[in-house]
């Protein structure tokens, strides 16, 4: 950063008369936002592949260990919401620059965990500074780059995703091939450090909205969440029964009770102010759907994989087409995203997963591995060409005072749809015996035909500001 000056009156203006940062300070700003979603996206990628080893270490059952998984997730979908709407009350930077601040210090908990329950608790914290970071993430994109460069901007992101999703399996490999599992959570130190400086200096101010946080709603949200995740995740056990019926039982009277709460007010927790745009609500509902299926297939392909024959590296190998070829269409995909229709653009992409998905559900054992491929980069393309311009729509069908609770429902919709997704496949593992992964795949298919059908009745939303 030699020689790079900012210019803080210029971050300080307010938003409504500013389209975007100038050059370099744009670029600057993009990349600590992309280093905080390459950490969120590499934390979650590299641990699935230590869980095994963690397990042994501390002499617990693999069951227990997905522990280490779900408190990461657990802690994201319960602040999520309440904490995209303070950053609306007390400014985007300073949410963004306080969730990357606890991300690092739970890494640094997680380094020194000398067993599984703090080893739990430390990825709860690191899921708490996740969702601030990801509540930020779309307000500040929208600040950063001028509106009619959304679209592309979005896709950024998206290939950050993709290409970290891609290289967690192998820098995990590497991680424990010179260390322990520990340098897992060690490598976020240095990467984060250095996003929490750029983000300190080069990102952008926002405007305060004169309100406070509800803690009556946020209360209600923490627990209605809390009590269905806990539930769903039950679902898995074999022993699921009248203890899952009374979590989820106990989640829906809590989110009863919060809609109740919610409703009247003007500028929500829980977005409903914006859900009553139709292009919001219908982008939010794609959104599930889709990563329902994609969190349904990623889930039951290696599963599928390995009953045919491949080794678990061989498995790995054979899945990288997928996050490959996403990460090539997304570039692509955000710049149609800022000259067509999305919901003619998001139906074609989850036409083509929804083929790509039912093709992998029919696979025959005997395919080749060529075979096997140009369906996974099918599934990728189609993907990738869904998620730039829903993203896109989305955030544009909000006004830019309520950008926080838009990217906050963002990734609430990415997140829930990826929960249930997960919760179908445990249900349909312990029902379907071998022919489990099969039916998730085909499962998936369905989702994401039924997530093009949806996008279809879309109308493409003009820029609010």
């Given at each position: 950063?030699?020689?790079?000056?900012?210019?803080?009156?210029?971050?300080?203006?307010?938003?409504?008369?500013?389209?975007g940062?100038?050059?370099?300070?744009?670029?600057?700003?993009?990349?600590a936002?992309?280093l905080?979603?390459?950490l969120?996206?590499?934390?979650?990628?590299?641990?699935?592949?230590?869980?095994?080893?963690?397990?042994?270490?501390?002499?617990?059952?693999?069951?227990?260990?997905?522990?280490?998984?779900?408190?990461?997730?657990?802690?994201?979908?319960m602040?999520?919401?309440?904490?995209?709407?303070?950053?609306?009350?007390?400014?985007?930077?300073?949410?963004?620059?306080?969730?990357?601040?606890?991300?690092?210090?739970?890494?640094?908990?997680?380094?020194?965990?000398?067993?599984?329950?703090?080893?739990?608790?430390?990825?709860?914290?690191?899921?708490?500074?996740?969702a601030?970071?990801?509540?930020?993430?779309?307000?500040?994109?929208?600040l950063?780059?001028p509106?009619?460069?959304?679209?592309?901007?979005?896709?950024?992101?998206?290939?950050?995703?993709?290409?970290?999703?891609?290289a967690?399996?192998?820098?995990?490999?590497?991680?424990?091939?010179?260390?322990?599992?520990?340098?897992?959570?060690?490598?976020?130190?240095?990467?984060?450090?250095?996003?929490?400086?750029?983000?300190?200096?080069?990102?952008?101010?926002?405007?305060?909205?004169?309100?406070?946080?509800?803690?009556?709603?946020?209360?209600?949200?923490?627990?209605?969440?809390?009590?269905?995740l806990?539930?769903?995740?039950?679902?898995?056990?074999?022993?699921?029964?009248?203890?899952t019926?009374?979590?989820?039982?106990?989640?829906?009277?809590?989110?009863?009770?919060?809609?109740?709460?919610?409703?009247?007010?003007?500028?929500?927790?829980?977005?409903?102010?914006?859900?009553?745009?139709?292009?919001?609500?219908?982008?939010?509902?794609?959104?599930?759907?889709?990563?329902?299926?994609?969190?349904?297939?990623?889930?039951?392909?290696?599963?599928?994989?390995?009953?045919?024959?491949?080794?678990?590296?061989?498995?790995?190998?054979?899945?990288?087409?997928?996050?490959?070829?996403?990460?090539?269409?997304?570039?692509?995909?955000?710049?149609?995203?800022?000259?067509?229709?999305?919901?003619?653009?998001?139906?074609?992409?989850?036409?083509?997963?929804?083929?790509?998905?039912?093709?992998?559900?029919?696979?025959?054992?005997?395919?080749?591995?060529?075979?096997?491929?140009?369906?996974?980069?099918?599934?990728?393309?189609?993907?990738?060409?869904?998620?730039?311009?829903?993203?896109?729509?989305?955030?544009?069908?909000a006004?830019r005072?309520?950008?926080?609770?838009?990217?906050?429902?963002?990734?609430?919709?990415?997140?829930?749809?990826?929960?249930?997704?997960?919760?179908?496949?445990?249900?349909l593992?312990?029902?379907?015996?071998?022919a489990?992964?099969?039916?998730?795949?085909?499962?998936?298919?369905?989702?994401?035909?039924?997530?093009?059908?949806?996008?279809?009745?879309?109308?493409?939303?003009?820029?609010?500001?």
């Amino acid at each position: 950063m030699a020689g790079f000056t900012p210019e803080r009156p210029d971050y300080r203006t307010p938003a409504p008369l500013r389209d975007g940062l100038p050059i370099p300070q744009r670029y600057w700003a993009v990349t600590a936002i992309g280093l905080a979603i390459a950490l969120s996206v590499l934390d979650v990628s590299i641990v699935n592949v230590a869980l095994p080893t963690i397990a042994r270490e501390f002499a617990v059952t693999s069951a227990q260990s997905i522990w280490i998984v779900n408190a990461y997730q657990l802690g994201v979908l319960m602040a999520l919401l309440p904490l995209a709407s303070l950053g609306e009350i007390a400014g985007f930077r300073r949410v963004f620059r306080g969730g990357l601040a606890v991300f690092l210090l739970a890494s640094l908990a997680c380094v020194t965990s000398p067993d599984l329950v703090l080893l739990a608790a430390a990825r709860f914290v690191q899921g708490l500074g996740a969702a601030a970071i990801f509540g930020s993430i779309a307000a500040l994109v929208r600040l950063t780059y001028p509106a009619a460069w959304l679209g592309r901007a979005l896709a950024i992101n998206a290939f950050v995703v993709a290409t970290c999703a891609a290289a967690g399996p192998a820098l995990a490999s590497l991680i424990l091939a010179l260390g322990t599992w520990r340098w897992l959570f060690g490598i976020n130190l240095p990467i984060g450090g250095l996003a929490l400086i750029l983000a300190a200096r080069v990102l952008p101010d926002s405007d305060r909205a004169a309100r406070a946080l509800p803690l009556a709603s946020v209360l209600l949200y923490a627990g209605s969440l809390g009590l269905l995740l806990f539930g769903l995740q039950e679902l898995a056990a074999e022993a699921a029964g009248g203890l899952t019926a009374l979590l989820i039982g106990g989640g829906a009277v809590l989110a009863v009770a919060l809609v109740r709460h919610e409703l009247p007010r003007p500028a929500p927790v829980v977005p409903f102010d914006l859900l009553r745009n139709r292009t919001f609500t219908l982008s939010v509902c794609t959104s599930i759907c889709t990563f329902a299926a994609q969190a349904s297939a990623l889930i039951s392909l290696p599963f599928e994989l390995q009953r045919m024959g491949y080794s678990a590296v061989q498995t790995g190998l054979h899945m990288t087409p997928w996050p490959l070829a996403l990460a090539l269409t997304a570039p692509f995909s955000g710049r149609l995203a800022d000259r067509y229709p999305p919901g003619i653009l998001c139906a074609t992409g989850l036409g083509l997963l929804s083929c790509g998905l039912a093709l992998l559900a029919f696979f025959p054992a005997g395919g080749g591995s060529a075979q096997l491929h140009w369906r996974m980069a099918v599934c990728g393309v189609g993907f990738g060409l869904f998620q730039a311009p829903n993203n896109r729509a989305l955030i544009s069908a909000a006004p830019r005072a309520r950008s926080g609770a838009a990217g906050g429902m963002l990734s609430a919709s990415r997140l829930l749809g990826q929960t249930l997704g997960a919760a179908g496949v445990a249900v349909l593992f312990r029902t379907s015996g071998p022919a489990g992964p099969a039916r998730a795949l085909a499962m998936a298919a369905v989702l994401a035909a039924c997530a093009a059908a949806v996008s279809l009745t879309r109308q493409a939303p003009a820029i609010r500001t």
